[in-house]
Each structure stands twice: as structure tokens, then as C-alpha cells.
């Protein structure tokens, strides 16, 4: 007893610590929060050691893959998620970037370097970002959603139409990342490897997406979310931060549409533009817990272990049924989302914790 | 060049009296209750497969009714479910439209991939409802019969509906719910009674167009995705809630894309589809039709 109540105290006061240097930054939060965070950030980090301690090698490939997800649907959560416009053609962003690699890789020369093509494809999806933004979001309510839901649709018909180009059902091959950094070698043929190229970006992102959510900026876009009327009565000009948050949005959709091209090596309509994958993301950031950046991380990764590890029981097809079953569950029985419960628990723990000191 | 635009003419013709079919259910639902169903085109599905169920042998051995009966039971299927969809997920969250939003999306994705495990994701052929063409040499016009009888059902069910909701008490409960809910409650609407009737009229028409949809497109479980896509893009155009607008801009999109498909191929086919809907959301949000039921 009185040991926890020890390391409840060494913890508090490092999340005291935390607090003053960073918590306007980020956001406050107790000591039960800041273990469970350090707990799982350390998880991924080091989770190629546990996994071949446990003879899960495996799962770094659901990691790799839960990491990109959680780019995605991290960057759905700061478009749809703060601004309540809720995006349902956000593959779009993320199928365009990767569509621009493979592109410029088949069309242009396959020798171009990655760095040339990454920061290419990700202006390509802020493009598309854009060309969606700025008629629809004229529009409120559903009819956004409809807007950007068909424009989904179009997408993905138009990978058929212009077969010649795009390589149709089949796609186009865009091979394995190979890039040198500082005399390093990176390339994705190598599991490990491949896991921090995609866990990275993701962490990287996940900070400076949480920065952003606690910054102004951020508390507009909830509050349009919250009463757009009043907002503009302040005198501030809710569009341009409706676009700002589709600029925010489609940066981090970019790279989650290149590294997932990598991932897979090949983009195709099915992979990348079909309207289930937009569905997959907003379900991992609903599930995870919606507008708060770390709860569709949280969702991806539950998203995606669920899919590719657990529920295969149900067969190839079954496992798909289960998982939107599981997602309607949530939808239905928990709106806020698992994580964001989870999270709100720790904290009223810690803050009981805190009150018996 | 007078015998292909004739041959367009009533090639449009046949095909729009489907999409009327598609988006008069889907427009009413969000008249009523201000829900978007997006499991429309899951409905649409089921009453292909419905109706692939009991006309074919294929599926079940012993079961292989005429398909006037099939007919039938595509619409009852389309109803049971649309209804069975609302009482038992709708009605608890149609409050957060959001949420209705997605979980309608997620039914249909659990309903088609339901329909991969039973009936393997290649597509299907139905057994055809009227077989055989008619074909004029003079203007080089051929027309099925099946899409034939899609366009007299689709004007049926226009007419019934319309009789239904001018001049039976029922029936007019459902247009003044759409008009006001809170004046249609007042004037002592049963308002649960009146939406689940909504819901299964829509799921009937559904059901019906999944027959039509089947035989002229495909049957196969990604069958509902392009039917709600159509829905939405006729919807928005006619106007959110209008019926007759829903009808005008199914004409104008089932046109525009034969248009598309005999100039530039099937490849374009929505595509100046949602040119036209960008359009008209820029320039007249609220559709052609947007008031309609509110002045009448």
C-alpha cells in the first residue's frame, strides 16, 4: 500500500513535471495518464524485442500496418473529428498521394528518389484536398458528406477509366522503399526496419497533430464544430479554418498514402480508394474515441490487430463482417469511443489518487 | 443520327424510370425523419438476391419459383429489411445523425459482406422477368422487355405512391410529418408509426429496384454501392425530401449518363454526374425541388 502510494507520488510529481513544461502544449493530464501513455509508447518502441521474445514476429507487419492506419485516421480526426464536417471520401487524400508515387515511379522514371517523390505526392494530396475543400464546404451537414462520399466514388471509377494510365483493377507497382540517411540505408525488404519507417512518421505526427489540436487553431475548429453561427459572429472567418483544417488534414494523409503504398508495394483501387477504406478510417477514429488525435491511434491499432491477427477465426470474408459488427457495436453502445472512456477512467482514478495524498 | 438520338431517347427513358425507383425511397426517408440511409443501396442488394433466392434453382435445389412471385418477394424482402433496420438500430440513435450516418454505412458493409459468404463474391445472373426485345429497323431502336417493365413498374409505384400520400389519411400523415414534425404531432400524427411506414415503403421500392438493378447491371455484393451513389447525386439534385424533384432529376441523370456512355464510354459514367451535382450545389444548395413539400 504505502509502496503505491510511493511510486503514485514519484509519479504525480513527474507528471507535475510534465504538466509545467509541456501541458499547455499538449494537454494536462495525471499520473495513471502518463504511465499508460509512457507504458504503450515504450510498447511500440521496443516492439520488436518483445515480439521475438514471444515468437510474434509477425505482429511487426500489424504494427507497421496499424502505424499507417493511425496516420490516416488521425488525419481524418483533424478535418472531420474537430470541425464535426464529417469527411467520407478522406481515401481520396491518402489514394491520390499514393497514386502519385506509383505515377511518377511507372511514368516518369522508376529511378526517381524517394525523397523527390514523397514530398511530390503529399503536395499532390493536399491538392486534392483543396480541390474537394473549397466547393464543398460551402455545404453543411450531410451535404458534405454526400459531396465527399460520391467523391470517393468518382475516384475510384476514374482508376478504371483511365486504365492505360493507372494500370486499372491490377494498379501499378511501386517496388520497396530504398533510401540512404546519413551513410544509413534504409529499406523496407527489412521487417524491423520497415516497422520504424512507419512508427516514426506516425509518433511524429501524433505530436505535432496534438500540438496543433491544443492551439488555437484547434479550439476554432471545435468550436465551429460547436456553434459555427457564433463563431462567426466573433468575427472570425470560419471557411478559412474549415480549409485550414483540410491543409492540416491532408499532409499527414500524404504520408500515410505513400507509406502505405510501400507497405504494400502495389497501388490499387481496392487497397486504396474504395469506399471501405475511408469507412475504416473514420471507424478506428470513432472507435478509438473522436477530435482527440490519440484515441483513432488507439483505434487503428485495435482496428487493424482485430482484422489482421484475431479475427481471422471467422475466415477471409467472416473477418470482415465481424469487425463492422464489432465497429456497430461501439457506434451504437459507446458514441464517445473505447479509448476516450478509457482515458476519462485513468483520469478519474489518478484524480482520486491525487485527492487521498 | 435522328435513329441514335431516338435510341437515346428511350434508352434514357428506360433506365431513369430505375433511378426514379432508387430515389424516391432514399429522398423520403430523409423527408420523414431527417435520416440519410445509406444501408438504400444494401436494400437494393437484398432484394436482388431475394429474388436470385427463390427464381433459381442455382441457390436453393428445390426452389424455383416464377419470377412474378419473385418480383413479390424482392419487395417484401426490401420492406421487412428496411423496416427490421429501423426499429432495430435507427429509432435508437436517429437522434445523432453523425452516428446514423455511419452505423446505416456499416450495415451495408456487414450486409455485403453477408452476401460474399453466401453467395461468393462473383456476380450473378437473375433469371430474367421478361425475356425477349422489340426491335424497330426503322429507327434502329432495340428495347428489352425486361427494361420495359421496369419503366411501367417504376410509373406504377410513382402512381400508387402518389395516390397514397394525397389521398389517404395515412398517407398524408407521412407528407405533413415531412412538412412539420412538430405541427404533423399537434394534429395527433402517430409520429414512431408514421416514420416505420416511411421505412418500409422505401424499402419496398428498394427492393423492387434491386430486381431491375440485378437483371440490367449485375447482381453481385458490390451491387449497392453505385444504386446509392445514383440515390444521393438525384436526391441532392431534385431537392432533400421532394418526390417530384427526386423524379426530375432522375430523368436528368439517367439521360445525361446514356448521353455519356454512348459519346465516351461506360468508364465516364458518373462522372459528369457529379460535375452536374457540383453545379447545382454551388450555385442552388437546396436543389431543384428543395421546398416543395413544404409549400404544397
Do not use: C
Not at chain 1, 499532390?124 to 458528406?145: C, D, E, K, N, T
Amino acid at each position: 500500500m504505502s509502496s503505491d502510494t510511493r511510486t503514485g507520488g514519484r509519479l504525480g510529481s513527474v507528471a507535475d513535471g510534465y504538466n509545467d513544461r509541456f501541458g499547455h502544449l499538449f494537454g494536462e493530464m495525471n499520473a495513471l495518464q502518463l504511465l499508460f501513455l509512457a507504458a504503450s509508447l515504450v510498447g511500440l518502441l521496443a516492439a520488436p524485442l518483445w515480439t521475438s521474445l514471444l515468437g510474434v514476429e509477425g505482429f511487426l507487419r500489424t504494427f507497421a500496418l496499424a502505424s499507417i492506419w493511425a496516420i490516416l485516421a488521425m488525419g481524418w480526426d483533424i478535418q472531420s473529428g474537430y470541425t464535426g464536417y464529417i469527411s467520407f471520401g478522406h481515401a481520396v487524400l491518402s489514394g491520390g498521394a499514393a497514386y502519385a508515387t506509383a505515377l511518377l515511379l511507372t511514368h516518369v522514371n522508376p529511378d526517381l528518389p524517394f525523397l523527390v517523390t514523397a514530398p511530390i505526392s503529399v503536395l499532390v494530396a493536399l491538392g486534392i484536398g483543396l480541390a474537394i475543400a473549397i466547393p464543398s464546404l460551402r455545404l453543411r451537414g450531410p451535404y458534405f458528406s454526400l459531396v465527399t462520399f460520391v467523391a470517393g466514388l468518382i475516384f475510384y471509377q476514374l482508376t478504371y477509366a483511365f486504365s492505360g494510365i493507372t494500370g486499372g483493377e491490377l494498379g501499378q507497382r511501386v517496388g520497396r522503399l530504398q533510401f540512404e540517411v546519413a551513410g544509413l540505408e534504409v529499406t523496407t525488404f527489412d521487417p524491423v526496419t520497415r516497422y520504424y519507417v512507419m512508427l516514426i512518421p506516425m509518433l511524429v505526427i501524433a505530436v505535432a497533430l496534438l500540438y496543433v489540436a491544443r492551439s488555437n487553431v484547434g479550439m476554432i475548429l471545435i468550436a465551429i464544430r460547436e456553434n459555427e453561427e457564433a463563431v462567426a459572429a466573433a468575427g472570425i472567418d470560419t471557411t478559412k479554418f474549415k480549409i485550414w483544417s483540410f491543409v492540416l488534414s491532408s499532409i499527414p494523409m500524404g504520408i500515410g498514402g505513400v507509406l502505405l503504398a510501400y507497405f504494400y508495394g502495389t497501388v490499387n483501387p481496392v487497397n486504396f480508394l474504395l469506399v471501405d477504406r475511408s469507412i475504416e478510417m473514420i471507424a478506428m477514429a470513432v472507435v478509438g474515441g473522436m477530435s482527440s488525435i490519440l484515441g483513432p491511434v488507439g483505434g487503428a491499432f485495435l482496428v487493424i490487430f482485430l482484422r489482421e491477427e484475431v479475427l481471422y477465426v471467422f475466415g477471409t470474408t467472416g473477418r470482415w463482417v465481424a469487425l463492422w459488427t464489432a465497429v456497430l457495436l461501439v457506434l451504437v453502445f459507446a458514441r464517445d469511443g473505447l479509448f476516450r472512456k478509457l482515458w476519462h477512467k485513468l483520469g478519474d482514478r489518478g484524480a482520486t489518487g491525487g485527492d487521498d495524498e | 443520327m435522328l435513329g441514335s438520338a431516338i435510341s437515346i431517347l428511350v434508352t434514357g427513358a428506360m433506365i431513369s424510370a430505375v433511378y426514379a425507383l432508387i430515389a424516391i425511397g432514399f429522398t423520403m426517408i430523409f423527408g420523414v425523419g431527417g435520416v440519410l440511409n445509406l444501408a438504400h443501396g444494401a436494400l437494393i442488394m437484398l432484394g436482388a438476391y431475394g429474388y436470385l433466392v427463390v427464381t433459381s434453382s442455382s441457390t436453393v435445389e428445390f426452389l424455383a419459383l416464377p419470377p412474378v412471385v419473385g418480383l413479390v418477394v424482392a419487395i417484401a424482402v426490401g420492406a421487412i429489411g428496411s423496416y427490421g433496420l429501423y426499429r432495430g438500430l435507427v429509432e435508437y440513435i436517429e437522434d445523432n445523425p453523425v452516428i446514423t450516418f455511419l452505423a446505416t454505412l456499416v450495415v451495408a458493409l456487414i450486409l455485403a459482406e453477408l452476401a460474399v459468404v453466401g453467395f461468393s463474391a462473383s456476380p450473378r445472373s437473375l433469371v430474367n422477368l421478361a425475356p425477349g426485345s422489340y426491335h424497330h429497323e426503322g429507327f434502329g431502336i432495340r428495347v428489352t422487355y425486361i427494361e420495359l417493365v421496369a419503366f411501367v413498374a417504376s410509373w406504377v409505384s410513382i402512381g400508387l405512391l402518389w395516390y397514397y400520400v394525397t389521398r389517404t389519411d395515412e398517407g398524408r400523415s407521412i407528407l405533413a410529418t415531412s412538412m412539420s414534425e412538430r405541427g404533423a404531432q399537434l394534429t395527433g400524427v402517430d409520429l414512431p408509426s408514421v416514420k416505420a411506414r416511411t421505412w418500409v415503403i422505401a424499402g419496398g421500392l428498394a427492393g423492387l429496384a434491386g430486381v431491375f438493378i440485378g437483371t440490367l447491371q449485375q447482381t453481385s455484393p458490390v451491387m449497392w454501392l453505385d444504386p446509392l451513389a445514383l440515390a444521393f447525386i438525384i436526391v441532392v439534385i431534385g431537392g432533400i425530401g421532394s418526390i417530384k424533384g427526386s423524379i426530375i432529376a432522375a430523368y436528368l441523370i439517367g439521360y445525361l449518363e446514356t448521353l455519356t456512355v454512348e459519346l465516351l464510354g461506360s468508364g465516364f459514367r458518373g462522372t459528369f454526374s457529379l460535375i452536374v451535382l457540383v453545379i447545382v450545389l454551388l450555385v442552388m444548395p437546396q436543389g431543384l425541388f428543395g421546398r416543395e413539400w413544404v409549400h404544397e
